[in-house]
């Protein structure tokens, strides 16, 4: 039973991610980017609210698992990164680097977040 939350989240995640991945292309993706900063930042959310027993594991697993895990996106960063770099490498690197900090402080608010709701 738990597959089907999986599977409803990472759909709906999905359909998310592919509505606002066109957001603002310019010469990088803002929308890779925006996706993947506020899906840390909810997963955060997640993961204090699962740990502190304020949400039980079928809903972790479709808001977590399932939704995040649909919304955000490693593979397309990757596949960005690697473009930018053919192209402009102080951007990709950039990109990279905003990316991986701004996603991990995104995180850390959200697991603050979490605790507190």
Not at 57 to 81: R, V
Request: proline share 0%; charged share 10%; net charge positive.
């Amino acid at each position: 039973m738990n597959i089907l939350f999986v599977a409803a989240g990472g759909a709906i995640g999905a359909v998310f991610r592919y509505l606002l991945s066109g957001w603002n292309e310019s010469f990088f993706s803002f929308g890779t980017l925006f996706i993947n900063i506020i899906g840390s930042f909810v997963l955060g959310m997640i993961t204090a609210r699962f740990m502190s027993k304020k949400m039980n594991k079928k809903d972790s697993l479709f808001y977590g698992t399932g939704l995040c895990g649909g919304f955000t996106t490693m593979s397309t960063f990757s596949k960005e990164a690697v473009e930018l770099w053919q192209t402009n490498l102080l951007l990709s690197v950039s990109y990279v680097i905003i990316t991986v900090v701004v996603g991990i402080l995104a995180s850390l608010v959200g697991l603050k977040v979490g605790r507190r709701a």
